[in-house]
């Protein structure tokens, strides 16, 4: 059974700090995407990465993708208020139907 | 931009009721997926949906569950007698591929409260 960790499961930081968010698994993903969800609302995708030590920058944010691709980071630089949420990650099963495997979440709140 | 739409967004039924949560993907996706996320628990996976037929389910998709997309247009999940522990946020979501780089696109939920 393939299993995602993720952890901190919550953070929270004054605006301006810095943070990272660790997604691991003992399993090999094919590739791994990253959600934000705001409460009453659907995940939204924010990015994948498919390529073992592949780096995705959004903004602020910094994603990694291991080499061995059983683990992913999100960096967020300089942390604002409107960065407050639900950051999931997610990584994309063995099975070829694309279904997701999610981590627990990590609820981050950067206060001002 | 497009985007999945789920009806209701709320639901209050009693337990050994039957429910239909009903969905409404993007209309070019061809991949339908069905999630729950229990309060303070983990996104889990249930079942996906290709070609028809479902693609895959997990543990949780059992007798009482069922899918169908009856029109083309709908995708539906059925709870033939629900329990309390059903209650949950059931979301829907769709993808153009199946494939490992493809995106899903997750509809906002229908929060399911049995009593």
């Known amino acids: 059974t393939q299993l995602l960790e993720q952890s901190p499961q919550f953070l929270s930081i004054q605006e301006g700090e810095n943070l990272t968010v660790y997604c691991n698994s003992s399993?090999?993903?094919?590739?791994l995407q990253w959600y934000r969800q705001e409460p009453g609302e659907g995940p939204v995708l924010l990015v994948t990465v498919v390529t073992g030590g592949e780096v995705k920058k959004l903004k602020r944010l910094t994603f990694q993708f291991g080499d061995a691709r059983k683990d992913s980071s999100l960096h967020i630089t300089a942390a604002q208020p409107g960065d407050t949420g639900l950051y999931l990650c997610a990584g994309v099963g063995s099975s070829n139907t694309g279904k997701l495997i999610f981590g627990q979440g990590t609820t981050l709140q950067v206060k001002p | 931009e497009p985007e999945v739409t789920q009806t209701p967004s709320h639901q209050v039924t009693q337990m050994g009721q039957e429910v239909i949560l009903r969905c409404v993907p993007i209309?070019?996706?061809?991949?339908f997926y069905w999630y729950r996320q229990i309060l303070g628990q983990k996104v889990e996976f249930l079942v996906s949906?290709?070609?028809?037929?479902?693609?895959?389910k997990s543990e949780i998709f059992d007798d009482q569950f069922s899918v169908e997309r009856p029109d083309g247009s709908n995708f539906t999940l059925k709870i033939r007698s629900t329990k309390l522990e059903d209650s949950a946020m059931y979301f829907c979501?769709?993808?153009?591929?199946?494939?490992?780089?493809?995106?899903?696109?997750f509809g906002n939920g229908t929060r399911l409260t049995v009593t």
């Open positions: 209309s070019n996706h061809l991949y």
């Open positions: 979501a769709s993808g153009k591929e199946g494939q490992s780089n493809s995106p899903l696109h």
């Open positions: 949906f290709y070609n028809n037929e479902i693609s895959e």
């Open positions: 399993s090999v993903f094919s590739s």
